[in-house]
């Protein structure tokens, strides 16, 4: 026999012949093909994660893009907080319910829609305790 590095014997030597059918090497061939295909598309860098990971990366930029406008708003409204009376006035009230001294509050009751309207328009008289 004849080894593949020169001919001395005590390299690898190597058989003449490999008998495989031709049948046998288109199978082969077509299982090697899938299982590349595969490991592309679905292993752990494949097609399919790189394909969600772009997914995810998008709906977090949209959040970020929200989150950012939103920073912007609230930055805009600290600073007015800072210096102008007239928007902490307008914050204090609306927020926070406080009344400037003299200031006359009118509540408009909206009577539920599934009672009896004859109860519902009776008056309240608060300081008493009649009804």
């Known amino acids: 026999m004849k080894s593949l590095w020169g001919q001395n014997p005590q390299y ?20 090697v093909v899938v299982l590349i295909t595969l490991i592309f598309v679905a292993g752990d860098v494949g097609l399919w994660k790189l394909w969600t990971a772009q997914k995810q990366m998008k709906a977090l ?41 003299g200031d006359k509050v009118y ?13 519902a328009s009776r008056p309240i008289d608060r300081g008493t305790g009649n009804q």
């Open 12 to 31: 690898l030597r190597v058989r003449r012949s490999v008998d495989i059918t031709p049948r046998f090497a288109r199978a082969l061939l077509v299982a």
């Open 61 to 101: 930029q949209t959040k970020i893009a929200g989150l950012e406008q939103e920073n912007s708003l609230l930055v805009a409204e600290i600073e007015l907080l800072k210096g102008d009376s007239f928007t902490i006035e307008k914050v204090a009230r609306e927020k926070y319910g406080y009344l400037r001294k």
């Open 107 to 119: 509540r408009i009751l909206t009577p539920p829609d599934n009672t009896d309207r004859s109860k």
